[in-house]
């Protein structure tokens, strides 16, 4: 019986330390990403795009190796693009942005004032959740 429970232990063990965790991989970053959510470190506020912005704040990832790779986007008023590196843990650092200067709409302002991006992860729903110093930013896959 204990030869039986040791087996099942360690095989439990064994499919354990093999399951992929896909929060802290940089070839999940990815792809075409839309800002879904924004809240408040601080205050737990939560925003969502309003109603009367037609516009998206969309983001595209590109991995150009392991740890780093390159970005481009627009929010509702402006485009940018610049680069990015990531660790195997999940930080995230934008090395260099490109940005029009139009005026903005107070969702895409929540996207600029927020890119000293510290850490990155994959919520249970599939979510790319960016952290930044104030902010937490939620994206979803398009």
């Known amino acids: 019986m204990r030869r039986y429970l040791l087996?099942?232990?360690?095989?439990?063990?064994?499919?354990?330390?093999?399951?992929?965790?896909?929060?802290?991989?940089?070839?999940a970053?990815?792809?075409?990403?839309?800002m879904v959510q924004v809240t408040d470190r601080a205050m737990g506020i939560?925003?969502?795009?309003p109603a009367n912005i037609v516009k998206d704040v969309e983001i595209s990832f590109e991995l150009s190796n392991l740890t780093k790779g390159s970005f481009s986007g627009r929010t509702?008023?402006?485009?940018?693009s610049g680069n990015y590196s990531t660790t195997l843990d999940?930080?995230?650092?934008?090395?260099?942005?490109m940005i029009t200067d139009a005026g903005e709409?107070?969702?895409?302002?929540l996207f600029r004032n927020n890119l000293d991006v510290q850490h990155y992860?994959?919520?249970?729903?599939?979510?790319?959740?960016?952290?930044?110093?104030?902010?937490?930013?939620?994206?979803?896959?398009?």
């Open 7 to 27: 087996c099942l232990l360690l095989l439990g063990v064994l499919f354990a330390s093999c399951k992929k965790d896909s929060d802290s991989s940089p070839r």
């Open 76 to 80: 509702p008023s402006n485009q940018f």
């Open 105 to 109: 709409t107070s969702w895409g302002n």
């Open 121 to 142: 992860s994959f919520n249970e729903q599939g979510q790319l959740i960016i952290g930044t110093t104030y902010k937490i930013l939620a994206f979803q896959r398009r």
């Open 46 to 49: 939560i925003e969502t795009k």
């Open 90 to 97: 999940g930080d995230l650092s934008i090395d260099m942005i």
């Open 29 to 34: 970053l990815v792809g075409n990403w839309r």
